[in-house]
């Protein structure tokens, strides 16, 4: 019987089961934003396990505003993003010779 979602033995598939939910779930940043249509990131999690969903869903993963943080992606939930992305994009719309497009601002925290 094909139901579209993983089928496993417990007892004989136990490192595929490892392996979907470490390889799936593990990857969302646990916001719990909302941003995904979900309460909770474990609910999307659920979900994604069940094969109703996907790390696409998860709109913390895919922000129009990006922060990387000694070479990692920092989370953010879309509030924040859009503030962030707001603020910046605000300040520099003021300055002579601003043009839309890709703004990469580096600064260095020491």
Known sequence: MNLGVPVFNIQEDIERIADLVEG???KLPNLNCGGCGCDSCYELAREIIRG???LEDCSALRPETQIILNGKVLALNPFISQMIRGTIV???SSLKGYRKG???IKIEDK
């Open 90 to 92: 605000g300040m520099l």
């Open 102 to 104: 890709n703004i990469q």
């Open 24 to 26: 799936q779930a593990f």
């Open 52 to 54: 109703k969903e996907s």
